[in-house]
Structure formats: C-alpha cells, structure tokens
C-alpha cells in the first residue's frame, strides 16, 4: 500500500486536475469578475454552506470521529468536473459551473488545510502530529493547483496540442477516478458493509440536504433557471477522488475514506433524479 499511497494516489489525483485545467481557459475566470452574483452565490453554497452542513449533521447523527472526520473532507473538497457534463446533460449554466469548478479547486488550497485541520483537532483531539495547516496546504497545492494551471497553460499556449490529447485526458481521467475510488473500498473491504451503512445514511442526507438547499437559495437569489441548475448540480457533485487523496495521504485511509467512497457513489444517482425531476416538472 505504501507505493499505491505514496506515488500512484498523488500522479493520479494530478493529472486529473491537469485534464481538468485542459478544458479551462482564461475566459472562465474572467467570466467570474464580468458575472458575479451567480458565482457569488454557488461558491458561497459550496465553500461555507455545505461544511456547516455537515458539521451540523455529524453532530446531530450518532458518527464514529473517524466517519465524521471524512464527512468534513468530502465537505471541503470543490466540485467534480462531471458537475459540468451533468450540468449540461441538465440543460443548465455549464459556463457558470465550469467557473466554479475551477476556481473553488483553486481556492481549496486554502479552504481544504482550515475545514480539514479544525475537523480533526475538534473530532480526534489529542496532538495532530504532522497535520497542520500549512502541511495540508503545501500538499493541496502540489496534486491541485499545480496540475490545474499546468493544463490551463497548455491549453492557452498550446491550444491544438491541448485538443488533441483532451478526450484521451478526459478518458483516463475517468479510469484513475475508478480505480482510486475502487482502491479505496477494496482497502476497507473486510468491513465494508458496516462502514457503508455508517457512512451511506449521513453522506446520503448531506448530498441531497445540500442540492435542495442550493436549489432553493438559487431560487431566490441567482438570475434564471439555468444558474440554479448550475448551483444545484455543482453544490450536489463533489471531487471524491481528492477527498480520498486527502483522507490516504494525511490520515492514512481508513475509516475516513469510506465518506468519500460513499459520497461519490451515491451523488451520481441522486443528481440523475434532480435531472429527471427537472425534466418532468419543468421547474
């Protein structure tokens, strides 16, 4: 496990950033200061919101510190890039997603260190060893924000080069997303079924706690309908593939990987039902 944690689980987190850097561009960030009430608002659900509503759930739950732990993690993480294929698929705002995805995983070099750390010093007490802000930080830039820019420098200095290799990008991505998702239940699978029942009723509850959350505010507050579909799926879908990254290399995986493995499973299908509830009710 140590080179699986140590090498593979890090190079494959990166490059997924990368081949997510691959399909930014510098419009996506200006598009953010020319628009910002929608953004505003969806990162403001993801950043602030959903952590305080997963700390108010583990709190409330009956959660072993090492399941809560996790649930904070995935809570810290940004959005996934498949909120933006499913915010099309929606018929949704897919600019406005694609902008927070890509500027709240910039940002979670800093969110991630201070969710994280203060999840941990307040659930696990006692001394927090090597996890410290800044550790956490250096390690987030590192298989984050690095790849990110990596591939958003690609694809604005090196737009064919960039076109050619995004769909086999895309595609690998999504094989390293499986097998480190696959990885991380494999590692638990001798107590899987209990850890996924622990983990499966709170992440199941924050997921759509969270969507119809985001759904509502965006009602009141967002321009159309089309950035609250955008809100609702980017606030719903999150990177699990970090958070375990996170979990493995400062916890050492465990118990709090499973959250995330629970998480990722669960947000696809609730998020094709809010797709198909929007299609039928047309709301």
């Known amino acids: 496990m140590g080179m699986v944690t140590d090498i593979i689980l890090p190079i494959g987190l990166a490059f997924i950033m990368f081949s997510l850097g691959l399909g ?4 996506d960030f200006a598009r953010v200061v020319k628009a910002p009430k929608d953004f505003i608002i969806g990162a403001a659900a993801q950043i602030l919101l959903l952590p305080m509503v997963a700390f108010l759930l583990i709190t409330l739950m009956d959660v072993r510190p090492e ?3 996790g649930v904070m993690i995935i809570a810290a993480a940004p959005g996934g890039v498949t909120s933006n294929i499913l915010t099309a698929f929606a018929r949704g705002d897919v600019a406005l997603s694609i902008s927070l995805t890509a500027v709240i995983s910039l940002l979670s ?19 927090p060893g090597s996890i410290s802000i800044l550790g956490t930080a250096l390690s987030v830039f590192l ?9 958003l420098l690609t694809r604005q200095f090196a737009n064919n080069f960039a076109n050619r290799i995004a769909s086999k990008a895309n595609a690998l991505s999504s094989a390293l997303f499986i097998i480190i998702l696959g990885g991380a239940i494999f590692q638990e699978r001798s107590n899987i079924i209990g850890y996924f029942a622990q983990a499966g009723l709170i992440t199941l509850t924050l997921n759509i706690t969270m969507m119809v959350l985001a759904f509502v505010i965006a009602q009141f507050f967002a321009s159309g309908k089309d950035q609250r579909i955008a809100i609702s799926i980017e ?11 996170v979990s493995t290399l400062l916890f050492g995986g465990g118990l709090t ?10 947000m696809f299908g609730t998020a094709l039902v809010f797709i198909a509830y929007l299609r039928i009710t047309k709301v």
């Open 24 to 27: 930014l561009t510098l419009a």
């Open 235 to 245: 606030c719903g879908l999150q990177n699990g593939t970090l958070a375990i990254a």
């Open 67 to 69: 399941l809560a732990l």
């Open 109 to 127: 070099v800093i969110t991630i260190p201070f969710i994280v750390v203060i999840a941990h010093n307040h659930l696990m007490g006692g001394d």
């Open 143 to 151: 298989i984050v924000t690095v790849p990110v820019i990596l591939g």
């Open 257 to 266: 990987t499973v959250p995330a493995a629970t998480y990722s499973l669960i």
